[in-house]
Nanobody, 124 residues
Framework: QVQLVESGGGSVQAGGSLRLSCAAS????????MGWFRQVPGKEREGVAA????????YYVGSVKGRFTISQDSAKATVTLQMNSLKPEDTAMYYC?????????????????WGQGTQVTVSS
């Protein structure tokens, strides 16, 4: 069974940076695409960024383009999210997701494996 563990969350002031990491274990070369999602209480989980094929393909939602960078190390089954120019509205629980398929996008239903989440808080 694949397990995903996130790290790197924390608190930062607006304009600051954080780097999230996610490592997969228990996989048997079955992961192709990985993504980051976020959720605030009372709202649906929303996609932030995704990557497939060892990082050669990436996708970002409009609100994070130019500020966030996703990267993937397929050999180690890890994915990172470098978050710069953070805004208070980026505050959320961030989740890592992974899937064996070839879907490059941020629809939560397309991902089979999920981490437990790491909190990101951006203060103004």
């Amino acid at each position: 069974q694949v397990q995903l563990v996130e790290s790197g969350g924390g608190s930062v002031q607006a304009g600051g940076s954080l780097r999230l990491s996610c490592a997969a274990s228990g996989y048997d070369y079955s992961i192709n695409c990985m993504g980051w999602f976020r959720q605030v209480p009372g709202k649906e989980r929303e996609g932030v960024a995704a990557t497939c094929s060892g990082g050669y393909r990436t996708y970002y939602v409009g609100s994070v383009k130019g500020r966030f960078t996703i990267s993937q190390d397929s050999a180690k089954a890890t994915v990172t999210l470098q978050m710069n120019s953070l805004k208070p509205e980026d505050t959320a629980m961030y989740y890592c997701a992974a899937d064996p398929g070839d879907y490059l996008g941020t629809s939560p239903q397309a991902y089979k494996y999920w981490g437990q989440g790491t909190q990101v808080t951006v203060s103004s």
